[in-house]
């Protein structure tokens, strides 16, 4: 078999491994814990029923792994159990005929906000940092670059919730540019939907091009310390063409990297940005359910950001594999 | 207009460190003429790369050409713009690096790279020029020219891609090559075919070039007439005839006499003696795979067994299978008769005190964060039990056997010593442990050829003094000659030929060991000329190798 | 459509602009180097850079007040930054002139060779150093104490409603919002520290392990660290948490989280260790101290960690800025450092909706600022050092 596709498919299974054993322990963390979770959640005055319906409920009546086996079947299916949201804690007191809503009709559409944001995000952010990554490694040691080496720094260094007041303030309090809530809905149009998002996806933006243009930076001045740059430059090749033919193709594996692992890091930022600006991603679902401890939501959403981590960094993992010519053209 | 090609002239170049300038070259003279070869030779640090390419009028980053002139066929380089001396590089003036690897570009062809240059400078079409690449494969001797350029650089072994540089240096028929010692990442059977095809094909279109090197040997074989550097100064500059016969300078000629040492024969051993080390049919395996087969060899009380093979023959894998950081599958090393455990970890600290090990870098086998006399220290406290007083001065007695003052040297650090001065810390620390026995491995292969002969000369002096038996592991033939009692030869993990030197280095012997003997450069200047007529134009290197095996 | 119109003309005005800059060079120096080779997208950069430059200043000068008396935030925030980093490197610039004359001889030479940076940072630590050891002999007021007026604006004005003894004014609960940050230094910066060195007393100690002795307790120390690095670390200690607030509230959720986030933190540390270990490891003199027969003890604490020590200290910088910005989100969230203790990240959450009075009141929306402000400058000035220790460390490779 062509070794590369070898190689992928171990990453493959390797990621799916992964995603496997973080799902055991995201289920373990919550459920393994010594005393009885269900008194906890309710309080030292919850009614023995209530007591018993979130028992039955979570099934803690039943052993840990089929519990685990049967919460993970269910998310397989798309199944995430029933979120007990406070207004819902009813229907575990009387009987079950009450509306329930379930953690996958909650996480859905805020799925799909919170993949708006960071897209936004991301065209804003890879092409701006890419670029001025280049530009730096290209310049390094200019006062472009040294400008630019204080920027970032003190950008990757400020908290994203000061980043974002400090854009609501310049844009919109002192000048009205855009909104400083980003209250979105689902039959908004495109273009409003863009304006009320553009804010938070600034704010992501700020964090993330410092840490991607600092990598990239790095990337591109290590290649072009490299003995075929230099001969490249001895053959008298143009300066354009060193990079573009020379450094590009041999860039591109460092690239990949960079823009996968930072994109990864966005979901970090996603959480706080969106509780500042009351954005109705996941990010602010996942607090909100932490502050009343609604578990199967936590737990869901928990594995919903490792498996977009994890598939991230394995994104980047074979997209290197891909550009890397020794691998590409075997021995 | 001058009848030099390139006319170097009180050419100054600085580099910067720590903020300020230092000098790299103190203005230094350099003439070339058309068709001719200047071999530019010196230690490490003389300058010499650095030279090479500023005749390019190319500086690396950090480095400045402060002042003096570089004229080529009458061009000013230092006055051109960016884009003149661009037109210049690549047409005119080629360059072939040290690491052919490093220096192709992984994600292309060799051909597509070797038509850069003619279709970049409208030389000729790519067709055209690939066609011509294919021929210069073939004067090359390259294996399958049709083929190979379409290979990409890591598909392609080390000695193959230097002559597929030197052919892409080749591309637009420069008037001037720049050689950066291009055979010295190589072994010695594989270096003599580059250095072959090298001459032919500067012989041939009648090419100037600059052959940059450390080795005396090789540039013999290269160069009309050799220039000798040493830390950014010019020595001297001769014929190269001229200069091997009847040298001027007080530091050539220390330079050409290191090749003369050779220790005094010792009588051979009485038959039934006790050797110190006796290996027997040793096997080990890294993994799966075995790297030595059924090595078996014996070293006695106060000689010198030295172990020689290209690189990947096993030579430093018996030293770890006597070290016991690698056990071996089967077989058995034994100590003055005793069989020593296989793994160190189970040996008894005496037996670890009896064999000790002098490493190839020294950089790497002392910590940096300790004073010199915390190390040489150690194995005292550890094995005598020496403290305080005792121990201080049991160390000052160390340094003084290898001839270090004591007094000025205790507290430094190892940074704050030169290699040679490093490498004898080394030797103490092994004799501070008062071992029968001493591993070198390759312990002179990464300094100067003066300190390394000094190392040499020291390793003979406490033989004689305390009686130690030494297993020297080197590449090198000249240290062989040098200090070998005994010699082991060998090649892909096993022993080829063994036997006291003096057989060695007298015919007949083993098909591979005289092809290694006879594949290190002499300082004759006719010694290629004369190799290649006796082993026939295909029988040299590499070819040679796949032949046998 | 206009707008692009506009930047477009720019575009060319300042490429116009680069062409005849690079001529008058050219002609002005008689052809240098510098000039001669100069690429037009090179000139286009410089006279980008000098007519932003220009704009800024230009910018600086406009007046702060209307001609009716009405403030022009914007003018006075820019202002504000503009002396901000002014004054910032002033002072940076005169405690290296100090550093440089006073003290030893290596921290003279220390000093020499710092750039304006490094020395900021420094100063800036030392600083938040002594404000957090003498934090209670600062402050004018306790960090608890709740006084009668909520609310006040700060200035200290009482015509602007603002008082004296409350200069940057009372929270929503009426506690000093002055006292409240210099305690903050105390609660914040102290708790991150903590958290840092459990990270690293754990990742240390087994990440060298791993490496020393390598074989099944590396592999199963390392796949573990793969799994719960797997996981965004933010997202977990939010799932940590959540558990553990299940059992404990208070104070004894902050415990809690110091020891959810050292744990998770370490896994990192744990990485760079066994990585610099391993690096160690292989060197000759490591070799040859085991063929001697040393112990591991001796190993790990004489051979490997004296040549550790550098890489380590630089990690040490990184993560507690990593640390201290994870506590800060997670206190912003409302999950982190519990109240009464006084913490920059809570009070950036309480005092956030003063942000909305900036274009009539600047002072009272700098105050969430202040705080948020407070967090980034701490990890400004240890990356600014981190950043200087790892390039002197690097060498001339760049």
């Known amino acids: ?331 | 207009m001058s009848d030099f090609l390139v006319e170097m002239r009180d050419v100054r170049i600085e580099g910067r460190s720590d903020e300020t300038w230092m000098p790299i070259i103190n203005g230094v003279d350099l003439t070339l003429k058309k068709g001719e070869v200047l071999g530019l030779i010196g230690e490490s640090g003389a300058g010499k790369s650095t030279l090479g390419l500023a005749a390019m009028g190319f500086c690396r980053d950090g480095v400045r050409i402060s002042g003096g002139s570089v004229m080529f066929d009458g061009i000013d380089l230092l006055a051109a713009s960016a884009e003149q001396k661009r037109q210049l590089l690549g047409k005119r003036i080629a360059y072939v690096a040290q690491s052919a690897a490093a220096s192709f570009n992984p994600a292309h062809k060799l051909i597509d790279q070797h038509t850069e240059a003619p279709v970049q400078h409208s030389v000729s079409g790519k067709a055209d020029s690939a066609a011509d690449g294919i021929e210069l494969y073939r004067k090359l001797r390259l294996p399958n020219p049709e083929e190979i350029g379409f290979r990409y650089p890591h598909q392609v072994s080390g000695g193959q891609l230097q002559r597929a540089m030197t052919a892409m240096a080749m591309a637009c028929r420069p008037d001037l090559i720049i050689f950066d010692e291009p055979t010295t990442a190589l072994d010695v059977t594989t270096q003599i075919e580059v250095l072959a095809s090298i001459r032919q094909i500067v012989e041939e279109f009648d090419t100037a070039a600059i052959y940059i090197t450390h080795d005396l040997a090789v540039v013999a074989q290269m160069a009309d007439r050799i220039k000798v550097l040493l830390k950014g100064d010019e020595v001297e500059e001769a014929e190269t005839r001229t200069m091997l016969s009847a040298p001027t300078q007080d530091y050539t000629k220390s330079l050409w006499a290191v090749r003369a040492f050779e220790r005094p024969e010792k009588p051979p051993v009485a038959t039934d003696a006790t050797p110190v080390i006796s290996v027997q049919g040793v096997t080990a395996a890294y993994g799966t795979v075995d790297v030595l087969k059924n090595v078996s060899f014996d070293i006695h009380a106060g000689r010198t067994v030295a172990v020689v093979g290209e690189s990947g023959s096993g030579k430093s894998t018996t030293a770890r299978c006597i070290t016991g950081l690698l056990p071996p599958r089967l077989g058995i090393i034994e100590l003055d008769g005793e069989p020593l455990p296989l793994d160190y970890r189970k040996r008894s600290k005496e037996q670890l005190r009896q064999v000790q090990m002098i490493y190839q870098m020294a950089d790497t086998a002392l910590n940096p964060r300790k004073s010199i006399g915390e190390i040489i220290g150690r194995p005292v406290e550890f094995y005598m039990g020496l403290r305080g007083a005792a121990k201080r001065k049991r160390v000052a007695e160390l340094m003084d056997q290898i001839e270090l003052p004591a007094d000025q040297y205790i507290d430094r650090l190892p940074s704050e010593l030169s290699g040679g001065q490093k490498q004898r810390i080394g030797i103490a620390r092994a004799l501070a442990a008062e071992p029968k026995f001493i591993i070198c491995d390759e312990v002179t292969s990464a300094l100067d050829q003066l300190v390394a002969e000094g190392i040499l000369k020291l390793l003979a002096r406490l033989q004689d003094e305390l009686g130690l038996s030494y297993m020297f592991i080197t590449h090198d033939l000249a240290t062989v000659r040098a200090i070998a009692d005994e010699v082991v030869v060998m090649k892909d993990g096993l022993v080829v030929e063994q036997g006291p030197k003096r057989d060695m280095f007298k015919p007949p012997h083993h098909a591979y060991t005289d092809l290694l003997l006879s594949s290190v450069p002499e300082m004759d200047p006719d010694w290629l000329t004369n190799l290649l007529k006796e082993r026939g134009v295909d029988n040299i290197g590499d070819a040679a190798v796949d032949k046998m095996s | 459509m206009s707008t692009v119109l506009w930047s477009l003309g720019a575009i060319v005005v300042l490429l116009a602009g680069g062409w005849v800059m690079r001529l008058a060079g050219q002609s002005l120096t008689g052809n240098k180097p510098f000039f001669r080779d100069m690429p037009l997208a090179v000139a286009f950069g410089y006279v980008l850079g000098a007519a932003l430059l220009l704009f800024g200043i230009w910018y600086y000068f406009q007046p702060a007040v209307t001609a009716d008396g009405v403030p022009v935030a914007s003018v006075q925030f820019f202002r504000w930054a503009v002396q901000g980093v002014l004054i910032g490197a002033a002072a940076a610039f005169v405690f290296r002139l100090i550093g440089r004359t006073l003290g030893t001889a290596g921290s003279r030479k220390m000093f020499r060779q710092m750039p304006l940076t490094a020395a900021f940072g420094v100063l800036v630590i030392l600083i938040y150093a002594l404000l957090a050891i003498f934090a209670p002999a600062l402050a004018p007021h306790g960090q608890e104490e709740v006084f009668g007026q909520a609310n006040i604006v700060p200035g200290g004005n009482p015509a602007l409603g603002g008082n004296p003894d409350f200069p940057l004014g009372t929270d929503q609960i009426g506690r000093d919002i002055l006292s409240r940050l210099i305690y903050g230094a105390q609660n914040t910066v102290g708790i991150a520290f903590a958290t840092t060195l459990l990270a690293f007393v754990l990742g240390g100690t087994f990440g060298f392990l791993a490496a020393t002795l390598r074989g099944w307790m590396d592999q199963v120390l390392s796949r573990m660290v793969d799994v719960l690095m797997a996981i965004p670390s933010l997202i977990f200690s939010l799932l940590l948490i959540t558990v553990a607030s299940a059992w404990v509230s208070g104070f004894g959720l902050t415990v809690a989280m110091v020891v959810i986030i050292a744990v998770i933190d370490s896994t990192r540390v744990f990485r760079l260790a066994r990585a610099v270990g391993m690096n160690i490891v292989v060197m000759d003199y490591i070799e040859a101290a085991k063929l001697r027969g040393e112990g591991l003890p001796y190993l790990i604490f004489r051979e490997i960690l004296p040549n550790a020590t550098a890489p380590l200290l630089a990690e040490f910088g990184l993560r507690f800025c990593f640390v201290f910005l994870t506590i800060s989100a997670l206190s912003f969230l409302g999950l982190g450092i519990q109240p009464p203790l006084a913490d920059w990240g809570t009070m950036v959450k309480d005092l956030s909706a003063f942000i909305n009075y900036a274009s009539f009141a600047p002072l009272a929306a700098s105050v969430p600022l202040l705080a948020a402000g407070a967090i980034a400058l701490l990890t400004v000035a240890v990356n600014f050092v981190v950043d200087w220790m790892l390039n002197r460390s690097s060498g001339l490779k760049d």
């Open chain 1, 1 to 331: 078999m062509n070794p590369v596709i070898k190689i992928i498919l171990q990453r493959l299974a390797l990621g799916l491994l992964t995603l496997f054993i973080v799902s055991i322990v995201i289920f373990a963390a919550v459920n393994m814990l010594p005393g009885d979770f269900a008194e906890a959640i309710l309080g030292q005055g919850a009614t023995p029923e209530a007591v018993a319906a979130i028992r039955r409920d979570l099934g803690l009546d039943q052993d840990p792994v089929t519990r685990y086996l049967q919460w993970l079947a269910g998310a397989l299916q798309g199944d995430l159990g029933n979120s007990f949201a406070q207004a819902n804690f009813a229907s575990f007191v009387g009987d079950d005929s009450g509306v329930r809503t379930t953690v996958a009709q909650q996480i859905a559409p805020r799925f799909a906000n919170t993949m708006f944001l960071a897209g936004v995000t991301a065209a804003i952010a890879v092409p701006f940092a890419v670029t001025l990554g280049v530009l730096a490694a290209l310049y390094r040691n200019s006062v472009f670059d040294k400008v630019a080496n204080i920027s970032t720094l003190t950008s990757i260094s400020s908290p994203e919730f000061f980043l974002a007041y400090v854009l609501i303030l310049f844009l919109a309090v002192l000048n009205p540019l855009l909104p400083s809530l980003s209250n979105i809905y689902a039959d908004m149009g495109f273009a409003e939907r863009l304006q009320k998002t553009l804010l938070p996806a600034l704010t992501l933006t700020l964090v993330v091009t410092a840490h991607m243009m600092r990598m990239t930076r790095a990337a591109i001045i290590n290649l072009l310390a490299s003995p075929y740059i230099e001969m490249a430059r001895l053959k008298g090749i143009k300066p354009m063409r060193v990079i573009v033919h020379h450094a590009l193709p041999n860039a591109l594996a460092p690239i990949i990297n960079v823009i996968a692992l930072n994109l990864a890091y966005l979901i970090t930022g996603v959480v706080v940005v969106e509780v500042v600006f009351v954005y109705p991603g996941i990010g602010q679902l996942f607090v909100d359910s932490v502050k009343i401890r609604d578990i199967p939501v936590v737990q869901a959403c928990c594995l919903i950001f490792a498996a977009a981590y994890i598939l991230l960094n394995l994104t980047a993992d074979i997209l290197s594999i891909l550009s890397n010519p020794r691998l590409r053209h075997p021995k």
